[in-house]
């Protein structure tokens, strides 16, 4: 089993930056891919972004530029930087991990909250 700990959300301007960090334990060999997903209110979970082993990277079109997902495998940690931050990015933020072999996400964290203000 993975554990999965999201920390960095909050409220900022429109404009600004954050960076959340996901922070796994557990059965880390097992897992091949990390990955955030947002959720806004009344809409379905989104991809954001995801990053393999080996660093392959994959963005949802509509964040590519303002976003970065980046991993330290020494602290099995997961970031993601979100810039130039707009009211249509506040969500809740998931992060999650998949398991070698797998199609979907096996593990998800508790979420973190980013609200931006106009």
């Known amino acids: 089993h993975v554990q999965l700990v999201e920390s960095g959300g909050g409220l900022v301007q429109a404009g600004e930056s954050l960076r959340l960090s996901c922070a796994a334990s557990g059965s880390i060999f097992s897992i091949n891919a990390m990955g955030w997903f947002r959720q806004a209110p009344g809409k379905q979970r989104d991809l954001v972004a995801r990053?393999?082993?080996?660093?392959?990277?994959y963005y949802a079109d509509s964040l590519k530029g303002r976003f970065t997902i980046s991993r330290d495998n020494a602290k099995n940690t997961v970031y993601l930087q979100m810039n130039s931050l707009k009211p249509e990015d506040t969500a809740v933020y998931y992060c999650?991990?998949?398991?070698?072999?797998?199609?979907?996400?096996?593990?998800w964290g508790q979420g973190t909250q980013v609200t931006v203000s106009p």
């Open positions: 999650a991990a998949r398991r070698w072999g797998g199609v979907s996400f096996d593990y």
């Open positions: 990053i393999t082993t080996d660093g392959n990277t």
